[in-house]
């Protein structure tokens, strides 16, 4: 088998990593719409709790959106914090490009083992 449950699990991650960013950009692009709660997408425990479940669950992992319940919240109801939401997607960028070069880097391996290079 070419793609393991490693590769797998890379792709998944690249996917959570994907939707994260989409909900901390929606968080910044809100900031400063009243009432906002902030929300974020726990892909981390989603992809712990699929590999206990094996490569079946690994494979048909999602990734949504839930609201952060436990942020603060300002006078105009809005729940989030600029400052914390910019390092928040700066740390899931260097997440995600790290995950993109150790996936790019097993796919060459296998390439050159195959002899497609």
């Given at each position: 088998?070419?793609?393991?449950?490693?590769?797998?699990?890379?792709?998944?991650?690249?996917?959570?990593?994907?939707?994260?960013?989409?909900?901390?950009?929606?968080n910044l692009a809100n900031a400063e719409t009243p009432g906002y709660q902030r929300v974020d997408?726990?892909?981390?425990?989603?992809?712990?709790?699929?590999?206990?479940?094996?490569?079946?669950?690994?494979?048909?992992?999602?990734?949504?959106?839930?609201?952060?319940?436990?942020?603060?919240?300002?006078?105009?109801?809005?729940?989030?914090?600029?400052?914390?939401?910019?390092?928040?997607?700066?740390?899931?960028?260097?997440?995600?490009?790290?995950?993109?070069?150790?996936?790019?880097?097993?796919?060459?391996?296998?390439?050159?083992?195959?002899?497609?290079?």
């Amino acid at each position: 088998m070419l793609i393991d449950t490693t590769q797998i699990a890379l792709e998944r991650a690249i996917e959570g990593t994907t939707a994260r960013n989409t909900a901390l950009a929606s968080n910044l692009a809100n900031a400063e719409t009243p009432g906002y709660q902030r929300v974020d997408v726990d892909f981390h425990g989603a992809l712990a709790a699929a590999m206990g479940g094996g490569e079946g669950r690994l494979e048909s992992v999602s990734f949504a959106a839930q609201p952060d319940g436990t942020a603060q919240t300002r006078a105009d109801g809005s729940s989030v914090d600029v400052d914390s939401e910019s390092a928040k997607l700066a740390e899931n960028a260097l997440e995600h490009q790290a995950t993109v070069q150790v996936a790019r880097a097993r796919l060459n391996i296998i390439e050159i083992a195959i002899g497609k290079r």
